[in-house]
């Protein structure tokens, strides 16, 4: 069942303000008619000249609107100077009421730019379906071109306007929850290495769940890639580094290790390099970011461990990597643990925590009940002393000086952290970032 309408009218010309009002009218008369048990949410998009005022483009179409009482209270008109303003706008409205299901009724032919749209402003969590709203032939200046037919592939230069236009009305909209903000280590040396672990605070995301800076995208969440994209500008200008040379390990909770310049694994949960001005990262929302630092050899890396990696020793196999790639010496890597889940809500089913029981019996609290709590940290500085890690050359929450702590519970800070134990499935997701400075 549709659960909203989008009308665009945004390509219209003014000077058939009549056809408007008429279209308008005989659009809603035809949603009112196969819509009147449930009535959905309608949105009419239309193009707010510069100079205007939204109150002026309002009354403009109150003619059209006036008759329509069962769509009233669900029904708003969205004005803004450009495509991508309106949708994204509509796009928030639909996030507010959680709808997913849409039909959208415009011109023919706008069906494909809006498609373009679409596919960059939405994820799989949305279903769209288009309807032809019918235009009189001799409306002109549609914001296509003539020779454009339904079905026909967008020129690439028209999709570049379209993520131009996208990516400067995003890089124009402000902050959320604060200023961004950048948690670092004393650990890791300032002068060799860029690093830092995020938080949830100074990006564009707005969704509750995943505002404001979350750095994920997934055909899951409604977060779309551009957004994530714009928060991670945002990083990367406060943090110094080039999100152009930024690389993210490619979650497959298991202990899999990326060497920077050789043939890149499908999916990886580690990441490491010894080049300058490259950005390694990785992701968590309860699953630890672990950085890695040599400063004698200059070489870094980034490891995402879960319970699984953890157990499969994620975080060793990223040191082994580094040791036989770069030749580092084992004595010198230092290991930082970021904002993850803590044994003070984390718990997992008996079974798993049998195996964390086995590092050590000090990983798991409440052994004997059906669901433990775990403590996949001790865990993971348990599997890295074993490994020739030295202890003091691991920083996490067993740290002395809690004002030098960033390895923070993301469940006990929801101001401050995503997290996946407490948010569900709609998640945000902070990252650990590490870089050798040039």
Known sequence: M???VLIDLFSLPTNLQNNIQGLLHNTLEAIEKWSSIHAPCVYVMCCQRQGSERKG???FLLPALRSFQSLKRKLEVVCAETTAAALYTIKQRLDEKDLSIIKVILPTLRKDLMKVYIDHLFTEVYQFEFEDLQVVSDCENLQISE??????????????????????????LPSLKGELTILRSSLIPGDIF????????GGISYIPTLSSCNLFSSSKRRDPQVVVKENLRRLANAAGFNPEAFYRVKVDHANAVCIMGKREPDNYDGIVTNQKGVTLAAPGADCIPVLFADPIRRACGAAHSGWKGTLLGVSMATVNAMVSEYGCNIKDILVVLGPSVGPCCYKLPHESAEEFHRIDPKCVRLFDSASPYIDIRRATRILLERGGILPENIQDDSITD????????TACH?????????????FGTQIGFISIKD
């Open 2 to 4: 549709v659960e909203a």
């Open 57 to 59: 483009e309002q009354e």
């Open 147 to 172: 020779h454009q037919h339904e079905g026909q592939m967008l020129p690439s230069q028209d999709v570049a306007l379209i993520r131009s236009e996208i990516q400067k009305y995003l890089e124009s």
């Open 194 to 201: 860029l690093h830092g672990f995020t938080t949830r605070t």
């Open 402 to 409: 809690q004002h030098q702590n960033i390895t923070f519970c």
């Open 414 to 426: 929801p101001d401050k952290f995503y997290s996946h134990f407490r948010d569900g499935t709609n």
